[in-house]
């Protein structure tokens, strides 16, 4: 997870063969893993698997390590409230599993939305217990904020709710029977995600915000442009730049972010959108000449992705 965290943020230092040797010692004790006792460690030596190769620039494996996930967590009991194992043990050990398995709920349906695939879990086979909205005797996951120091603001919550509303975005869009909806059905399915998506924005703190969040020195400086309206902070990247190996970075870290910006902010649209709209245009130009020319991968990648987030608002604002 560390290592996941840690190139995500693009620390130059950290060198690559040394996240191979990493990952390649992870998965040389997956097979003893899977073939032994179903237990809790072994869940969760698989979902810390899953978080790292969400970090690398290929998720398959991460796709599959999901599935075995949710299988593990199915025979182990702990998406039911009344499995045995949660009558057979302590509060705090079932607050425990209750939060591995809400971990694997949500990455399932991260992974579920990028690759546009079903989820695996089933919202009908679920009877535990909600992440909680007001701490109790454990509060981690909570935070405090200047708007409100108490009770506290639970991040893992706003992890699972999201985690909801993206489950419902496939049945509502991408599901073989929303194929089969008419016209005025899919834009009131869309109209009832902005909604959504809208309504669980409201109940993030100002502080929070990814609009704040960007603001701030240390986000700002690992992570430029990625919230807010970023046209005025890439532009210099993209004036004047030549279509070379140089500029690949910037190219394409602009693009990713100008195209993230315009999901996180569908419902606010304003003077700069426009201006948006050119950047993204001229940096896909750029890149996809770029990608023409040294058939590089990763810039393939990047502009597939691009084209998933702008498919995404246009359903967004369709």
Known sequence: MAIAQYCSFGHASFSVGSVSDCLNKAQSALTEILMGDVELANLQVVLGLVIVFQGTSDIRPAVFLISTALRLCQVLGIHRSDSDLYGETTSRKALQLRRVFWIAYILDRDIA????QAPIQQDTDISIEF???????DAAGFVSTPEMCQPGFNVF????????IQGYVYDALLSV???QLSPGERAANCQAIRLLLKDWKGRIPATLSAQALSQTQTFETKVPHSFGKSSFLIRPHFDNAQPSRMNICPYA?????LSANSIINFDHRDSLEEQDRRLKSEAVNVLGEMARQTKHKTLTKVLEAVMELDSQYQLMTA
């Open 177 to 179: 029977r929303s194929q």
């Open 113 to 116: 939305m990028r690759i546009r």
């Open 157 to 164: 919550r706003a992890y699972f709710e999201l985690s909801q």
């Open 131 to 137: 992440p909680p909205k007001e701490p109790d005797d």
């Open 253 to 257: 870290s602009g693009l990713v972010c």
